[in-house]
């Protein structure tokens, strides 16, 4: 499935790359993330609890920042498994310097999912999809806010 989305910050693009750079701030922009730590460069082990209508979980997986063009563009790739199936996702996260001096910050990108939680929440997924979405530019909007 096709996720897609941008959305305006009032902050600078040198700011918000910092903010996405910065693994404890991005811990906080993953929505259900709880951990996210270092297990190479660019490499992350993640626990995230991610819930798509009714089945919701706990799931472990990976994040792997590939493809940096600072301080335009990365690409992330997610990937989780738990008891409900698994969960994958990649996108590119591209910064532009907005109209009125700000960030505009899109995604563009893909996710999957399996087993329980897409037999259940199949028809779910797309909209679950896009809320995750929102809840990221949301929650980068906190953090770059929080950012020196």
């Not at 992350?44 to 493809?67: F, N, Q, S």
């Not at 940096?68 to 591209?94: D, L």
């Not at 679950?128 to 990221?136: G, P, R, S, T, V």
Request: with cysteine; aromatic share 6%.
């Amino acid at each position: 499935m096709e996720v897609t989305g941008s959305f305006d910050l009032n902050f600078p693009p040198a700011k918000v790359w910092d903010v996405l750079n910065e693994v404890g701030a991005l811990e906080k922009c993953i929505p259900g993330c709880k951990s996210l730590k270092a297990t190479g460069p660019d490499s992350y082990e993640a626990e995230l609890t991610v819930g798509i209508g009714p089945v919701k979980g706990p799931y472990h997986g990976k994040v792997v920042i590939k493809d940096r063009k600072a301080p335009k563009s990365y690409r992330m790739i997610v990937e989780g498994s738990g008891a409900a199936g698994f969960i994958k996702g990649e996108g590119t996260i591209t910064l532009a310097l907005g109209a009125s001096g700000g960030t505009t910050v899109s995604v563009s990108g893909t996710a999957e999912a399996g087993g329980m939680i897409a037999r259940v929440g199949q028809r779910l997924i797309g909209g679950a999809a896009n809320n995750l979405l929102k809840q990221f530019f949301a929650n980068l909007a906190k953090e770059a806010a929080k950012a020196k």
